[in-house]
């Protein structure tokens, strides 16, 4: 059973930092998952945030988080994580993990879902 579990939002001030993490357990180090974060904030659709593949090789960043926001795995931990810099009050979502087997930049894309992690940027 595939479980993806987030951790590490909260509250920031504008300008500030946080770090979200992504454990991952039951998915096959045998698979080549892409794995990535997406946000949603309230009355706007779900998007993909960063990716990566499964070996860790980064391979998408939306163009409003490049140069302030890191995804990187540890695969010894099974672990996802996206560094999150110079936050603004437009960061403010609710951010999810996601595994897919087929790479892709929609959510429909994406076949397994961590349960989602409050960001909440002040201004």
């Known amino acids: 059973q595939v479980q993806l579990v987030e951790s590490g939002g909260g509250l920031v001030q504008a300008g500030g930092s946080l770090k979200l993490s992504c454990a991952a357990s039951?998915?096959?180090?045998?698979?080549?998952?892409?794995m990535g974060w997406f946000r949603q904030a309230p009355g706007k659709e779900r998007e993909l945030v960063a990716a990566?593949?499964?070996?860790?090789?980064?391979?998408y960043y939306k163009d409003s988080v490049k140069g302030r926001f890191t995804i990187s795995r540890d695969n010894d931990k099974n672990t996802m994580y996206l560094q999150m810099n110079s936050l603004k009050p437009e960061d403010t979502a609710v951010y999810y993990c996601?595994?897919?087997?087929?790479?892709?930049?929609?959510?429909?894309?994406?076949?397994?879902w961590g349960q989602g992690t409050q960001v909440t940027v002040s201004s």
């Open positions: 990566v593949t499964w070996s860790g090789v980064t391979i």
């Open positions: 039951g998915l096959s180090r045998s698979s080549t998952y892409f």
């Open positions: 996601a595994a897919a087997a087929t790479w892709g930049i929609v959510s429909t894309s994406y076949d397994y």
